[in-house]
């Protein structure tokens, strides 16, 4: 099977940047679809961005459109999540989610691995 680690969250400055890593490890990475998910205090875990098996097509949540990329890189079996121009309303634990088949990759009900989250914080 699949799992994932998370690394790269800390305490970053209103405006920053951060960028997240998730290593992998199983012999079905490169034909898993992957998404980013968060969870903030007092809140369901949400969508962020979701990638597909070949990193061809990319999705993002409304939130971080135009300020956060996600890419992979199967090669080194690595999936990131580049985060710009943060706000503190991104403050959140992250996590790393892969699914064996999504049709709806907002959803984290379709996916089947998940990592055990980085906390990322943003002060003002």
């Known amino acids: 099977q699949v799992q994932l680690v998370e690394s790269g969250g800390g305490l970053v400055q209103a405006g920053g940047s951060l960028r997240l890593s998730c290593a992998a490890s199983?012999?079905?990475?490169?034909?898993?679809?992957m998404g980013w998910f968060r969870q903030a205090p007092g809140k369901e875990r949400e969508f962020v961005a979701a990638?597909?098996?070949?990193?061809?097509?990319?999705h993002y949540a409304d939130s971080v459109k135009g300020r956060f990329t996600i890419s992979r890189d199967n090669a080194k079996n690595t999936m990131y999540l580049q985060m710009n121009t943060l706000k503190p309303e991104d403050t959140a634990v992250y996590y790393c989610?892969?699914?064996?088949?999504?049709?709806?990759?907002?959803?984290?009900?379709?996916?089947?691995?998940w990592g055990q989250g980085t906390q990322v914080t943003v002060s003002s």
């Open positions: 990638i597909s098996r070949s990193g061809s097509s990319t």
């Open positions: 199983g012999r079905t990475f490169s034909n898993s679809p």
């Open positions: 989610a892969a699914g064996r088949s999504v049709t709806y990759y907002y959803s984290k009900g379709e996916y089947d691995y």
